[in-house]
């Protein structure tokens, strides 16, 4: 049901980066629920993480380990969270990093570990260590389809992309693969996602593309306002393309480093709320003309998140109502409501607050039964204007979470 997605786009190897897969059996049946991303030395890293004070074992192993040395593999599972297990789920988690170190001949602090699934139930370490060697085996440079496809939950597709530039005749490559579908507004990234390039950077300037590229894709989806406990979007640079170092901002190699990140991170990012739980709409939100982004932001998540306006998008139902009433209760300091004006597409809705008296119901009902749509919010005169991606709430959402543990 996927809105807009299909299969998986040629995704290109990156120098340096190896995956393999394998099934443990904790979650799944039939498929392989297990992943090892290995990087060769001299990797650079950079990951950004969950803010839920209830973080998961996981989450602070790898952060714990990103800060002692750079990692040379990362561990992925799913179907078990390991996330409300305490110390037991911190201990579960190191194991099955001394596990995956001793077969790479690394040190565990060389090791991230990262799990999506049910939050609360221990972690099966055995099945995960025993599951490991298999995935050792087959780590290859073009295994980024299957890790995709191994860290699925309820996503329906494996997700992913690639972009590559030119550098002095040189092709470089920046890939990346994404799993989330629900409990998704990640105030940092969304549930796993793993970037790489081959383009040699500093870690100064690599930490802060992937804080500035998460700030406008990650940081502007949501379907359904749930922040996981899990979170976590790593991105690596191999520097094996043989080029100059990019150690700071400005020339050409930067900029179109910085947008070939920023391109896959938006287009992950946008791949999740595509492929939301029981989605069958697209839907942009823009809000323009406030006073600062933060104000426009807020104003977005409000129409975003709110579950009036996200059936009646379900029901491809132009109540344009209960938008103006998610713009009028936004938690803003301010707000002219004489100023409003409300769009679908290009369609205007509302002006100076009201109904506009040009508006024919036919032609919002046009724009709403579209897949993909925006809904355009005009609030001022302001300079702020923000985009955050959502998705229509349907009955397979309920569905698909309340039979979620069965």
């Not at 991303?37 to 380990?65: K, L, Q, W, Y």
Request: hydrophobic residues 45%; glycine residues 10%.
């Amino acid at each position: 049901m996927a809105v807009g997605l299909t299969d998986l786009p040629v995704l290109h190897p990156i120098a340096g980066i190896h995956l393999g897969t394998a099934t443990s059996g904790m979650g799944y049946v039939g498929r392989d629920d297990l992943a090892v991303i290995s990087c060769d030395p001299g990797t650079v890293a950079t990951a950004v993480f969950t803010r839920n004070r209830f973080v998961a074992a996981p989450v602070e192993v790898a952060r714990d380990h990103l800060g002692q040395a750079s990692p040379q593999a990362l561990l992925i599972n799913a179907g078990n969270a390991n996330a409300g297990t305490g110390a037991e789920g911190v201990q579960a988690a190191t194991a099955c990093c001394e596990a995956l170190a001793g077969l790479l001949g690394c040190d565990s602090q060389e090791v991230l570990p990262f799990s999506t699934g049910v939050i609360g139930e221990p972690l099966a370490v055995d099945r995960l260590t025993q599951a490991l060697p298999e995935c050792v085996k087959n780590l290859n440079v073009s295994g980024w389809q299957a890790a995709a496809m191994a860290m699925m939950t309820t996503d329906t597709l494996a997700k992913g992309c690639s972009r590559q530039f030119d550098v002095d005749g040189i092709k470089i490559s920046v890939t990346g693969i994404v799993k989330g579908a629900g409990m998704i507004q990640p105030n940092m990234a969304t549930m796993l996602a793993f970037i790489a390039t081959d383009a040699p950077v500093s870690p100064t300037l690599l930490d802060a593309l992937l804080q500035e590229g998460v700030a406008q894709s990650f940081n502007r989806i949501t379907v359904d306002g749930d922040m996981s406990t899990n979170d976590a979007c790593v991105l690596l640079a191999t520097g094996q393309a043989g080029i100059e170092p990019i150690s700071e901002v400005g020339g050409a190699a930067y900029e179109d480093l910085k947008n070939a990140i920023e391109g896959v991170l938006r287009d992950l990012a946008q791949a999740v709320v595509r492929d939301a739980e029981g989605a069958t709409k697209f839907i942009t939100v823009s809000v323009e003309g406030a006073e600062d982004e933060s104000e426009s932001v807020v104003i977005a998540y409000t129409i975003a998140n709110s579950p009036l306006v996200k059936t009646a998008c379900f029901a491809s139902d132009p109540n344009w109502g209960r938008i103006l009433a998610a713009v009028g209760r936004a938690p803003v300091a301010e707000l002219d409501i004489h100023a409003v004006a409300i769009y679908l597409d290009d369609v205007r809705v509302v002006s100076q607050g009201c109904l506009d008296p040009d508006y024919r119901e036919q032609d919002g009902q046009a724009v709403m039964d579209k897949p993909e749509f925006e809904i355009r919010v005009v609030v001022g005169t302001g300079p702020a204007a923000v985009k955050v991606w959502t998705c229509d709430l349907s009955h397979d959402y309920i569905k698909i979470n309340a039979e979620y543990r069965s």
